[in-house]
């Protein structure tokens, strides 16, 4: 399947600090989407991009969909300690009616007060 | 609260038992999924049901075993499993478009908390 390489593993950041993480992908996505994992829990979805270019906000939050479709970038701004967790990156692809969405191996972001 | 529900949140099992875990979906989707998620390692795809009927088995073990009685219902049964099987395994739902679309997809995965399972 596709692989997509998330970028860095971790982040060691001080409270108020900004946050940038990226995927890339050797192959074509028609979505990005963004998750969050607290410990013990499933993903959440943060941000989901549908569009070549597309710049999308959530709060502190701001995600691209970039123009090549084969990459994507999350930045958090002013950090808070709630932001501490796993955030994967996902594309999806539609397959022949089946739902296929092939995850990065994640950022996990520490936040420091 | 996603409106994807696990149970159970945690499991221990020997590998000669036989147990089974269960995700319901309110959500009225048409698509449900299992994945396993391993430490250090991206989230795998093992089950996909769209409307009630499975449409991929990425070679999963067959000490697998998924079930789905209706869209909003999923399982999947666990028999003599290994240590290596030990994960978080994550159901999820989607809202699937028709067969064969082209262009963007709007089918976003909303994931339930997972069952955490240990293996002894």
């Known amino acids: 399947g596709q692989q997509l390489n998330q970028s860095p593993q971790s982040m060691f950041i001080q409270e108020g600090e900004d946050v940038s993480m990226n995927c890339t992908s050797s192959s074509i996505f028609n979505t990005w989407l963004w998750y969050k994992q607290d410990p013990g829990e499933g993903p959440v979805l943060l941000i989901a991009?549908?569009?070549?270019?597309e710049l999308t906000s959530n709060g502190r939050l701001t995600a691209q969909f970039g123009i090549t479709r084969k990459d994507s970038f999350l930045n958090i701004s002013a950090s808070i300690p709630s932001d501490v967790g796993i955030y994967f990156c996902a594309g999806l692809t539609l397959v022949t009616g089946a739902n296929n969405l092939f995850f990065g191996t994640g950022t996990r972001l520490t936040v420091i007060p | 609260e996603t409106g994807v529900t696990q149970t159970p949140r945690h499991l221990v099992m020997g590998m000669t038992n036989k147990k089974s875990l269960k995700c319901e979906q309110h959500?009225?989707?048409?698509?449900m999924y299992w994945y396993k998620q391993s430490a250090k390692k991206p989230l795998e795809l093992m089950f996909v049901?769209?409307?009630?009927?499975?449409?991929e088995n990425n070679s999963v073990p067959s000490r697998f075993s998924p079930e789905c009685p209706n869209s909003s219902h999923l399982f999947l049964h666990l028999h003599t499993l290994q240590p290596e099987d030990s994960a978080l395994y994550l159901c999820a739902s989607s809202q699937e478009t028709a067969s064969g679309g082209v262009g963007v997809s709007k089918n976003i995965q909303y994931f339930g908390a997972g069952t955490r399972l240990s293996v002894l």
């Open positions: 959500l009225g989707h048409n698509a």
């Open positions: 991009l549908y569009k070549a270019g």
């Open positions: 049901y769209s409307l009630e009927e499975r449409v």
